[in-house]
């Protein structure tokens, strides 16, 4: 990249982080304001609207765009949605892309200011890991009940992101909150981290892509059925990124 190029690439990250902290500080107030006297509908509306902004912005301001295939492979909700995660991207993109649904996240993340406030008022399922099993006690608790009002719960297996190329470990809570809710799973691969990367400030230009494979039917499984369900939530999404990954950067 010529020092032309990576100078005006990082005055339009600038550009763009400027817009996405104006964006998470205006919905994130509205949200919040809004928690007395609203709905968690519309109050996750308002959410929504923020990821839309922020994906918007993101295209203008970087150049960045998005490339969606599968989205008729997304069943009748509820379903749990395992996704590959290289970047921040996916985390405001998918709010969005997979309304309604809540993510779950670390529970550091709701004692930001602002940001924080919104991610209660939305019920997003927030965990502390270093819990251990009561973490997961609080991920199948809070999801189930998500999942039995008929919402997305939107998981990321491999805990934290990892970059292109690698695979983290994948860790089945999601699985087992999906055999337990007899809910079917929906494998998500993408390419974010080759324009997003993980820890990097500047956002190169081209276009995202995402697959949304078909349904992983859980019903009629049991927790017998975990270490095996697990391995193909694995195979299926690390083979749908390896294919985008290798596609041609536009």
């Known amino acids: 990249m010529s020092a032309g190029a990576l100078v005006k690439g990082w005055l339009r990250s600038a550009l763009f982080f400027t817009f996405f902290v104006a964006g998470i500080t205006f919905f994130g107030l509205a949200i919040t304001l809004a928690w007395p006297i609203t709905n968690i509908a519309q109050r996750r509306r308002l ?3 923020w990821s839309a902004f922020t994906r918007r912005i993101l295209a203008i ?3 960045l765009h998005e490339n969606i295939e599968g989205m008729e492979n997304l069943p009748p ?4 949605i395992l996704a590959k995660h290289q970047s921040a991207w996916e985390t405001a993109a998918f709010v969005s892309l997979f309304y309604p649904c809540v993510q779950v996240l670390k529970q550091s993340l709701t004692w930001i200011p602002v940001f924080g406030w919104a991610l209660k008022a939305t019920h997003q399922i927030a965990i502390d890991r270093s819990r251990g099993v009561a973490a997961l006690h609080r991920l199948h608790e809070q999801g189930s009940k998500q999942l039995s009002e008929h919402v997305a719960v939107l998981i990321f297996p491999e805990g934290t992101r990892s970059a292109p190329g690698t ?3 994948y860790h089945p809570g999601g699985v087992s909150l999906a055999l337990a809710a007899g809910a079917p799973i929906v494998p ?3 390419n974010a981290g080759l324009f997003w990367p993980r820890h990097s400030f500047l956002k190169k230009p081209g276009t995202i892509r995402v697959r949304i494979g078909p349904p992983i039917p859980t019903e009629g499984l049991s927790r017998a059925d975990r270490k095996g369900l697990v391995q193909k939530v694995e195979e299926t999404i690390e083979s749908m990124t390896r294919h985008l990954e ?3 950067s536009e």
Do not use: E, L, N
Not at 77 to 80: A, E, F, K, L
């Open 188 to 190: 998500v691969a993408h």
């Open 246 to 248: 290798s596609m041609p």
């Open 77 to 80: 909700p509820p379903y749990v």
């Open 61 to 63: 301001t970087c150049d």
């Open 47 to 49: 959410a929504s609207r």
């Open 167 to 169: 695979t983290g470990k």
